[in-house]
């Protein structure tokens, strides 16, 4: 695992040590059991990222515009937090197997570790043949193909290690979506 992933989730854990109680460490052995398709796209960096830190279902916040037009000239640090759930190893299989658009962005080596919470086809990305990947958000409907999906992605950061100095526990978008329910009803 990359240095700088390695400092950056231990620094979350120990910055929220209540995470530590949310979400799940991966047994090893879990991952002699994934289907060929899927166990030779998961980087041997997240394999141990998962099985050394309780990330399987820990259920974060991610800043995010929504799409919306009043928040789209925010700075990250400004915007509201969505509720996500890091995926466990057996979703993100799912993921690739059975769900659009999943299945289509597999073909490209892209793998969904994240969904936000609703669970409704659109998920937070990487490449997994790259050490330290950005992580883009991938709306289910906006393209047919991995390489249309991919370009109409949502950059959330330009590497997995900033990726975990922007996420907070799941509280922060809770709270944030309830203070600002008027925004869309």
């Known amino acids: 695992m990359e240095r700088k992933i390695r400092e950056n989730i231990e ?19 879990i991952f002699q059991k994934l289907k060929r398709k899927v166990k030779n796209q998961i980087p041997d960096w997240y394999v141990e990222l998962l099985t050394e830190f309780p990330i399987a ?31 466990s190893i057996e979703n993100i299989e799912f993921i690739a197997t059975e769900e659009f658009p999943g299945f289509e962005l597999i073909k490209e080596n892209y793998i969904c ?6 669970k409704g086809g659109d998920g937070f990305y990487i490449n997994a043949k790259v050490k330290n990947p950005s992580v883009i958000y991938i709306y289910h409907d906006c393209g047919n193909d991995a390489s249309e999906l991919i370009k109409n992605g949502q950059s959330i950061s330009s590497s997995f290690s900033d990726f975990l100095k922007v996420i ?6 809770d ?11």
């Not at 709270?175 to 009803?185: A, I, S």
């Open 11 to 29: 620094q979350l854990f120990k910055n929220y040590p209540e995470l530590n109680q949310v979400g799940l460490k991966t047994e090893q052995s």
């Open 57 to 87: 279902e820990l259920k974060i916040g991610i800043p995010f515009n929504y799409g919306w037009e009043t928040l789209k000239s925010k700075k990250q640090n400004e915007l509201p937090f969505m509720p996500t759930e890091f995926n």
């Open 113 to 118: 570790i994240a969904e936000e919470t609703n």
């Open 168 to 173: 907070r526990p799941s509280e922060f978008a």
């Open 175 to 185: 709270k944030w979506l309830n203070e600002n329910e008027h925004l869309w009803k």
